[in-house]
């Protein structure tokens, strides 16, 4: 878009509405990393700039992280380029006890510039160890042929190969862990045998579905819980017709495991599609992720 002659404004309202709704978060790397990319393109190098388009992006985005970053990358050759009147205020000091609730032991009191120097030196001695040279004038690095590496592009549908490869997952969301946000309410995701899933549309709901030919005594097992204090609901379908239809409530001490048990004798041989619904829009429940594991059916 920069390339096409796109404003910044425009390039940043695209980034917020293709990848803010898959990655609510305000933490979300996907989303701020193109913020990020775009601040520093046409902040072209100069550090006020940059730090402008930055914190003025996009409502709900990780500001302070995003214009830290940008500015990271701007100052990266040198401190010429910070302003000197937001320097100086700083007397080349860093001073504290606390680090929000870490309590910093001993306490932080020390140089900046020497804080710096002392990054320096680290930076330097890995480039050392790693095929650079250094005198008292230069720190010269081999040059290497930048290679463009094809683009991973991972969808949540893909968890379902590490998890259960013969269902497939539709309509999930990536979510988010909040971010100091309040009301993201779940994230997708895959811990070990456990399958956390949340709905990317609140409305349609999040679908576990298989096609298969079932076996002369068919059944279908699976464990399912919800998170302390929340619940969602529960659907199966075989073909169109609605087997099971329940509320899935999480205990106030944690996660509540059911084992859920169907009886499919009455589809026995047939082809069939099976549909497992999470359903997060109930009345006076707040909705949260939905857990699975043990999922079998023959």
Known sequence: MADSGSKPEEIFQAIDQRWGIEYPATNSAVLNGGIVATSVWFGEGDFS?????????ADF????????????VVAAIGTKVLPPEQVSQLHDRIVGEKMGPLQLTPPVDGSISELASRTVRIGESILVAHRASKDQNAVRIPVQVPITQPAELF?????????NPE???????????????AGIRGITYLDGEVLATYPRDEVR??????TLRLGADPFLKFHVAADSGCAWQLQVYVNDEKVLDKLIK?????????????????????????RLYQRVLIPHHEARN???RHLTIN
């Open 250 to 274: 999480g205990l106030s001490e944690g996660r509540n495991w059911q084992e859920i048990d169907l009886d499919l004798s009455k589809y026995k041989t047939q082809e069939v599609v099976v």
């Open 167 to 181: 269902w497939t997952l539709q309509r999930a969301g990536f979510g988010g862990a909040g971010g100091g946000m």
């Open 49 to 57: 700039k940059t730090l402008q388009l930055a914190v003025h992006a």
């Open 205 to 210: 709901g999040t679908v576990l579905r298989r």
């Open 155 to 163: 969808t949540l549908a893909d968890l379902m190969q590490y998890w």
């Open 290 to 292: 939905a857990y699975w």
């Open 61 to 72: 985005a990780d500001t302070d992280c995003n214009a830290a970053n940008s500015e990271s």
